[in-house]
């Protein structure tokens, strides 16, 4: 995985939607799998999406965790 990608995942924001203004990063599991069933958006921001999804399936979020701790 890119690194520029998990520093997006931190730092940017959903721009439309329930979750608007939430940190990708801290949108619910719940949604995402929601977006694997309908389909990821095109762009960058379904990129960050579906990363995010295979992240907290595989129990990855700890590696956000402490790149997040780093980055402050």
Do not use: A, Q, V
Not at 50 to 67: F, Q, V
């Amino acid at each position: 995985m890119d690194n520029t990608i998990l520093l997006d995942l931190i730092t940017k924001k959903m721009p439309f939607g329930k979750y608007k203004n939430t940190l990708i990063c801290d949108i619910p599991e719940h949604y995402l799998i929601w977006f694997k069933r309908k389909g990821f958006p095109e762009g960058k921001l379904g990129i960050w999406l579906e990363s995010m999804y295979e992240i907290k399936l595989n129990g990855l979020t700890y590696l956000l965790d402490e790149l997040r701790k780093r980055n402050l």
